[in-house]
């Protein structure tokens, strides 16, 4: 073979077509470049510069070669063999995708990152840690993680959660649609990582405390299936990522729970619909220390799982983690087409006020916790509350529905009325955890408050603290409009 001619003077003024398809180094020869001449020994190459207003066609010649620039593409070999990733030295890959402007803009310096980080840390963490403050302080603040799809998707996303839409009743904002579409492209490229399912777990938060339906309960989803791409609490032998430390064992566990708790509180006013994931197992290991996961020093101390009685020394994470799995179990129970079996509604009623006993009997009751497990009672009696059947006498379901609502009726005198517990607190730090259970007391109450002055006040103290939530999460605002809704029934029967 003749080797072409690659003087100065015999040089090409650029690239030829097939090696700027093929992102190949050409060495711009005439009549053909060595590349060409090792693939197609008397075919000239085509240095003509294309139109830049036309795309051009990848040219015939370089159809039989297409797998030779390609590179393994990580996600895909997950599912059809996981197996190369088990036995190879493959690891996730970073994506190198650059920031677009305007994601860029929306997420500004440090300056403006920081105080929305401080948000969420100090309002929405206590109630939800499920991201590791250690990691992001240290690590994802620095100008150098900034360039990272997956870092500044998060960042993103915490910006959108701890920002107030100008109007709370329309959440759907222009931050809001552009996180939506940053996290699919996001999603789309190789990122492959955590930190873009914790930035989906946030995103799906944010839709429930707004009450943007059916988008929370899709992206919900979304997250369970993400979580089991990462391999997060499936058969050991689809985890192909490599977890080296403790904190990261830790924050994976946690994005699971925490997709868990949103899973089932999003059907908690509509049981029947599939939960996205698996009923947790009782030797599911529960969430560490909430302080030391906050410091990000744990230990091989004390692990608890599902199966460990409650106890105060238990985090109060993973409380609410346990209360969710009986959520679970209470939806699933109340959703069957059959009567409500009393022997398992007897025994879920009695394992929750065991629960609420270990809550309060405490130096310092958390009130998201309580919260949260009031919702579950009230959800395990909804379709029954406040009945007065003539025949209620003899069922025991019903009897303890009504004692339920007297029960949480009272609780709420003392501790909303009498103690005054929720004057001043800020709606930025409030879980939504109490709403479903405040909503439901108040819909019992409606109808008696003309005739019952202790009616009456509950009604007035609960709709006081929805209006204080309001403020904040649209979510408070549809239960208000729902209860005006209800009334506006009730005066037309």
Not at 345 to 356: F, G, I, K
Request: a neutral charge.
């Amino acid at each position: 073979m003749q080797t072409p001619d690659s003087s100065p003077s015999a040089l090409a003024p650029q690239a030829c077509s097939p090696c700027r398809i093929r992102k190949r180094r050409c060495d711009k020869a005439l009549p053909q470049c060595s590349n060409c001449a090792r693939r197609r020994g008397d075919h000239p190459c085509d240095y003509s510069r294309p139109d830049p207003q036309t795309p051009s066609a990848e040219p015939p010649w370089c159809e039989d070669d297409q797998t030779d620039f390609q590179t393994l593409d990580f996600p895909t070999a997950l599912f059809l063999d996981p197996s190369i990733l088990q036995h190879g030295q493959l690891d996730l890959p970073r994506g190198a995708k650059p920031i677009p402007a305007h994601i860029q803009q929306l997420l500004g310096d440090a300056d403006e990152i920081r105080p929305f980080v401080d948000g969420f840390f100090g309002n929405i963490h206590p109630w939800m840690p499920f991201v590791s403050k250690k990691r992001v302080y240290g690590l994802y603040l620095r100008p150098s993680r900034q360039s990272q799809p997956d870092t500044v998707l998060l960042l993103l996303a915490l910006k959108l959660l701890t920002t107030r839409p100008p109007d709370p009743r329309s959440p759907r904002t222009a931050l809001y649609y552009a996180v939506k579409h940053y996290y699919l492209d996001v999603e789309n490229s190789n990122t492959f990582s955590v930190p873009v399912l914790q930035a989906g777990i946030v995103l799906s938060l944010y839709e429930v405390l707004h009450a943007i339906y059916p988008a929370a309960f899709l992206s919900i989803g979304a997250c369970a299936r993400y979580s089991h791409a990462l391999g997060i609490n499936v058969s050991t032998h689809l985890n192909t990522k490599k977890v080296l430390t403790l904190v990261e064992v830790e924050e994976r566990r946690r994005a699971w729970w925490a997709i868990v708790i949103l899973d089932r509180f999003v059907s908690i006013g509509c049981p029947g619909r599939p939960f996205a994931t698996t009923e947790p197992r009782l030797e599911d290991v529960l969430p560490v220390d909430d302080d030391a996961w906050d410091q990000g020093v744990l230990g091989l101390g004390e692990i608890h799982t599902l199966s460990t009685p409650m106890t105060s020394h238990m985090s109060k994470f993973a409380l609410i983690c346990q209360a969710a799995r009986l959520l679970g179990q209470v939806l699933d129970l109340v959703s069957r087409d059959t009567t409500v079996d009393e022997g398992i509604s007897a025994q879920l009623d009695r394992t929750l006020h065991s629960m609420l006993t270990a809550a309060l009997n405490v130096s310092s009751p958390d009130h998201d916790q309580i919260a949260f497990i009031y919702s579950t009672i009230i959800a395990l009696y909804a379709p029954s509350l406040g009945s007065q059947s003539a025949d209620s006498a003899g069922k025991p379901y019903l009897q303890r529905a009504n004692a339920t609502a007297e029960f949480v009726t009272a609780t709420i005198s003392v501790n909303l009325i009498e103690q005054q517990c929720q004057i001043g607190r800020n709606p930025e730090r409030m879980s939504p955890w109490g709403l479903f259970f405040a909503y439901h007391i108040c819909r019992v109450h409606l109808r008696s408050r003309r005739s019952s002055s202790v009616s009456a006040e509950i009604v007035r103290s609960l709709t006081h603290t929805f209006q204080n939530v309001a403020t904040r999460w649209n979510i408070a605002s549809v239960y208000l409009q729902l209860l005006e809704a209800y009334e506006a029934m009730d005066k037309n029967q």
